[in-house]
């Protein structure tokens, strides 16, 4: 009998895992969407390009060797090794969940963080050096960061987060702060685009060709975080869990509309309109707010935590179009700033955190990942370069990386 109900509790955790899992890479469209309708029509089939190549460049690289950097097990690669699916999970006690399960639901977090770095250097990057960039970061600088946080293991042998206090319960800071830095390197190295900054501190608007669009990736990313952290729960195949996935699903929903109300509500305070790229910014804010903690504030609670992303984040964007940083849609605001208040939100109702073991945890990710994508952007700067020409810029990046418009009816980029 007990071996039943474990088999039983097997299947079902496992299906709940892949299931999220495609829920999370569903938001790799999200992510595309979005992009896609905040950069102008010309530099659409390149935003794309990038999206799909990124997630594919991930998903090998981990397979390669992030998963192993980032949970041990003493095997270097998981694809020389073939380990994948016979048992193996590196955990005291055996899981009630398939191994390649896991693989699966975490590589698919790999390519978010990496998602995230495509929007903020758009418009203006050469493709492969994205993607060159995209090798290391999922292969390496991603897996050493997350073997330090979710991977239990010392911070170059020195510390251990988690006995400091540190808790990120589905990635708010080892997933989108990471990110988030990630792309603030690649973009104090890339410069802004060109026509976005004018003399004497002027801040010209660049607005994005197709808002449905963007609204559309909203969406679809409100919907992939149900996945994101209801999956980081683990199970949903025992009463307590159920219950804890379903906190988690409601928690998640309410931050993010608190986010975007809480947005809309200020962008109508500062700019007399309805500003529907920060109302739409201002959702995500919310549920990378949550994502840290989902599973012990009350409702009310996760829709106050929404709502303080929403208002960070419209303070965040306007600052850093003030500080020249050039974020086309957002992400460093959303993913970085957002990530950090998610960290620093869970003591308030999380006991096993400290906010000093939150500060650390957040620092220890800012410096090796922003030390590492600097130094990586750099070394593909002096190799390759990583901008494209001015007059490349000016035509969009659709004809000059990828041969083709998105919208050859309606653009001619050429004339």
């Not at 495509?118 to 390496?140: C, D, I, N, P, Y």
């Not at 050039?326 to 959303?334: F, T």
Request: net charge negative.
């Amino acid at each position: 009998m007990e071996n039943q109900i474990f088999q039983l509790q097997y299947a079902l955790d496992t299906f709940y895992f892949l299931v999220c899992g495609a829920l999370v890479m569903w938001m790799a469209a999200g992510f595309a969407m979005l992009e896609a309708g905040l950069v102008r029509s010309k530099n659409t089939t390149e935003i794309l390009t990038k999206n799909v190549a990124l997630f594919a460049v991930a998903c090998t690289m981990y397979m390669v060797c992030g998963y192993s950097i980032m949970y041990g097990g003493g095997e270097f690669s998981m694809f020389l090794a073939g380990i994948v699916g016979d048992g193996v999970t590196g955990a005291e006690e055996p899981a009630t969940y398939a191994p390649s399960a896991d693989f699966y639901f975490q590589v698919v977090f790999v390519a978010t963080a990496m998602s995230i770095v495509s929007g903020a250097v758009a418009e203006r990057m050469k493709l492969w050096a994205f993607l060159v960039f995209a090798v290391v970061m999922t292969g390496l600088i991603y897996p050493l960061e997350g073997s330090w946080t979710w991977g239990g293991a010392p911070v170059f042998g020195l510390y251990t987060l988690g006995d400091l206090g540190f808790s990120d319960f589905a990635g708010s800071g080892i997933v989108h702060m990471a990110g988030a830095t990630a792309a603030l390197a690649g973009v104090i190295l890339l410069g802004a685009r060109k026509g976005k900054y004018g003399k004497g501190g002027q801040i010209y608007a660049i607005p994005g060709a197709n808002l449905p669009l963007a609204t559309l990736g909203t969406f679809i990313l409100w919907l992939g975080w149900f996945g994101f952290n209801g999956g980081s729960v683990l199970a949903t195949s025992s009463v307590e869990s159920a219950n804890a996935v379903a906190v988690v699903f409601m928690n998640t929903n309410a931050a993010a509309a608190g986010g975007l109300i809480a947005a809309m509500i200020l962008a109508r305070v500062m700019f007399g309109k309805a500003d529907l790229t920060m109302a739409l910014n201002g959702a995500l804010a919310g549920l990378v707010a949550i994502t840290a903690e989902p599973s012990t504030p009350t409702p009310l609670l996760a829709t106050l935590f929404g709502a303080v992303g929403g208002l960070l984040v419209v303070v965040s964007i306007v600052t850093l179009d003030k500080l020249k940083i050039d974020d086309p849609v957002g992400a460093i605001s959303v993913h970085g700033v957002v990530g950090l208040l998610g960290l620093l939100l869970v003591p308030l109702t999380n006991d096993g955190a400290s906010f000093s073991g939150q500060i650390i945890g957040a620092l220890t990710i800012f410096v090796w990942v922003f030390a590492a994508s600097f130094a990586t952007w750099f070394v593909i700067k002096m190799i390759m370069g990583i901008r494209v020409s001015e007059e490349e810029e000016y035509d969009g990046v659709d004809l000059s990386e990828c041969g083709m418009e998105a919208y050859p009816e309606f653009t001619n980029a050429t004339s």
